[in-house]
């Protein structure tokens, strides 16, 4: 069980192009979803914290205009990094947590942008 | 803000070596969860701990929380091949439900 999916697991665009990825929690309701960045050899950084049906709570120095997260529904979160550019380049992973036990994360496998 | 870091940075072991990473927060914390990822691969949980000194074993890991819940250890006796990546201790402070990923510790075990 607590199986998260993302979709896609990669993907390659150009400049200015935007890009959406989503995060599903496959076997349980995910109250609560994470966006972690993790740029090569580095370690995960919060972007942002997305409760089902509210605004999402962006952490400091992350664009909320550039890094829009939807948390439509209890089984899906999406990330729309919009006009990506190069240093947009990262591995974008999300977790997502129950209301029943909200100090537990289910990792999706991640998702890997190159922007050309 | 609040940082997590770990020491070292990287270590390199001889299979059988035994493996310590050290992880130190800026700030009490409620809880501290430990995760293994695999290069290319995504975090996998690998426990919590809670308590003020709580040890809790797996097999060849130890962990181990601080008194003062401000620090942490992973201590890895006998590695293998297959313990090869980084890994990340994440901090939670009370009050929140997200975490601060530690700095991380690459592992590379050499047969």
């Known amino acids: 069980g607590a199986v998260v999916s993302q979709h896609p697991s990669w993907v390659i665009c150009k400049s200015g192009t935007s890009v959406k990825i989503e995060c599903r929690s496959l076997d349980f309701q995910a109250t609560t979803m994470f966006w972690y960045r993790q740029f090569p050899k580095q370690s995960l950084m919060l972007m942002a914290t997305?409760?089902?049906?509210?605004?999402?709570?962006?952490e400091q120095g992350v664009e909320k205009d550039k890094f829009l997260i939807n948390h439509a529904s209890l089984t899906l979160s999406t990330l729309t990094v919009t006009s990506a550019h190069p240093e947009d380049s990262s591995f974008y992973i999300c977790s997502a947590s129950t209301r029943q036990r909200q100090e537990t994360q289910y990792f999706g496998p991640g998702t890997r942008l190159l922007v050309l | 803000g609040q940082q997590v870091m770990q020491i070292p940075q990287y270590q390199h072991v001889q299979e059988g070596e035994d493996f310590t990473t050290y992880c130190n927060s800026s700030t009490t914390l409620s809880n501290i969860q430990w995760y293994k990822q695999r290069p290319g691969g995504h975090p996998v949980f690998l426990i919590q701990l809670v308590k003020s000194g709580e040890v809790k074993k797996q097999k060849r890991l130890t962990f181990q929380f601080g008194e003062a819940k401000k620090n942490s250890s992973l201590h890895i006796t006998a590695t293998q091949t297959t313990d090869v990546g980084t890994y990340f201790c994440?901090?939670?402070?009370?009050?929140?439900?997200?975490?601060?990923f530690g700095t991380g510790t690459r592992l590379k075990v050499l047969a």
């Open positions: 997305s409760n089902e049906g509210s605004k999402a709570t962006y």
């Open positions: 994440a901090g939670r402070n009370s009050g929140t439900y997200k975490y601060i």
